[in-house]
């Protein structure tokens, strides 16, 4: 009877618990809001495992993956303002999108390293918050939130 049991929960924890991402800092309510939930391996490349995607909400905007599996991942995150289903860019590359990354990971003068997007998800439900940045145009509506 007991090893029944622990067959029937085996594959809930092999799954892992949801994932809840709250996305500060949107600036509209234009389009949609991506993140993509990577292994280091993926990390700032296409073809993440896990994504997720809603209608953007202007100031903050929350989506979840139900089931990730227990690991170490980064979430990059964009404002799609013109569901085009990808970052537009400026000239030298610069985002014309809003952007972001776990850990509310630094920008600057590039991509954000893993060690700083880092975060560690494991079998109970976690929620991770961070801001949007824009480096063309409006910035987001909440600038002043800690």
Known sequence: MIAAAALLLAPATASGGPLTV???NVRNARGELRIDVCPKQRFLADGCPWHSRGPAVTG???LTLLALPPGDYAVQAFHDENDNDRV???LFGIPKEGIGFSRDARIVL???KWRDAVFTHGTEAQTIEFSLRYFLGPSGPDKARK
């Open 110 to 112: 590039g991509p954000p």
């Open 22 to 24: 709250v996305v500060h």
């Open 60 to 62: 903050t905007t929350t």
């Open 88 to 90: 537009d860019r400026a």
